[in-house]
Antibody
Framework: EVQLVESGGGLVQPGGSLRLSCAVSGFTFSNYWMTWVRQAPGKGLEWVAN????????YYLDSVKGRFTISRDNAKNSLYLQMSGLRAEDAAIYYCARQVAPDFWGQGTLVTVSS | SYELTQPSSVSVSPGQTARITCSGD??????ARWFQQKPGQAPVLVIFKDSERPSGIPERFSGSSSGTTVTLTISGAQVEDEADYYC?????????FGGGTELTVL
């Protein structure tokens, strides 16, 4: 069974940093692109970033470029999103998903940005 | 970046056919997929490659494509189909979602 479990969300002050993790199981992680998607409260889905199987290619939403970094550890079957310079508009549920065109999703982790 | 445009809401009575459209220039060149999201839950894939249905998705869900528009059709919509629906497309490894359509079945 494919499973993706996000963690690391929480309350952070504007300008602060947070590292999200996504632990996967049930498939060969190193064979797949991976994606982060977010959803602000009461809003729609927003693609954030994705990363190639070996980490050699990474793509970002314009508004997070230079502030967010996607990475992965294939030995640990884990995906990460390092977020810095957080703004109020970054507050959202962050989902990890398998593939560039997502098929399986985790349940998400909530990031709150507030002073 | 590119844009995908969906109606904000669609309403049908149970048993009727619901159609949700998604428009964008990129759709003429790339496949789209559709996600269903119910309150408090993660999105679920219901259509991929414009018209393919994943295993476990009811046959009443279908998809089609014409030019720069893709359409999700729910034939004989049921109360449990009430949800938000999002189209999605990726080009050059950059993804984008439509704004979402709230489907009401009552």
């Amino acid at each position: 069974e494919v499973q993706l479990v996000e963690s690391g969300g929480g309350l952070v002050q504007p300008g602060g940093s947070l590292r999200l993790s996504c632990a996967v199981s049930g498939f060969t992680f190193s064979n797949y692109w991976m994606t982060w998607v977010r959803q602000a409260p009461g809003k729609g889905l927003e693609w954030v970033a994705n990363i190639k199987q070996d980490g050699s290619e990474k793509y970002y939403l314009d508004s997070v470029k230079g502030r967010f970094t996607i990475s992965r550890d294939n030995a640990k079957n884990s995906l990460y999103l390092q977020m810095s310079g957080l703004r109020a508009e970054d507050a959202a549920i962050y989902y990890c998903a398998r593939q560039v065109a997502p098929d399986f999703w985790g349940q998400g982790t909530l990031v709150t940005v507030s002073s | 970046s590119y844009e995908l445009t969906q109606p904000s809401s669609v309403s049908v009575s149970p048993g009727q056919t619901a159609r949700i459209t998604c428009s964008g220039d990129v759709l003429a060149k790339k496949y789209a997929r559709w996600f269903q999201q119910k309150p408090g839950q993660a999105p679920v894939l219901v259509i991929f490659k414009d018209s393919e249905r994943p295993s476990g998705i009811p046959e009443r869900f279908s998809g089609s494509s014409s030019g720069t528009t893709v359409t999700l059709t729910i034939s004989g919509a049921q109360v449990e189909d009430e949800a938000d629906y999002y189209c999605y497309c990726a080009a050059d490894n950059i993804g984008a979602f439509g704004g979402g359509t709230e489907l009401t079945v009552l």
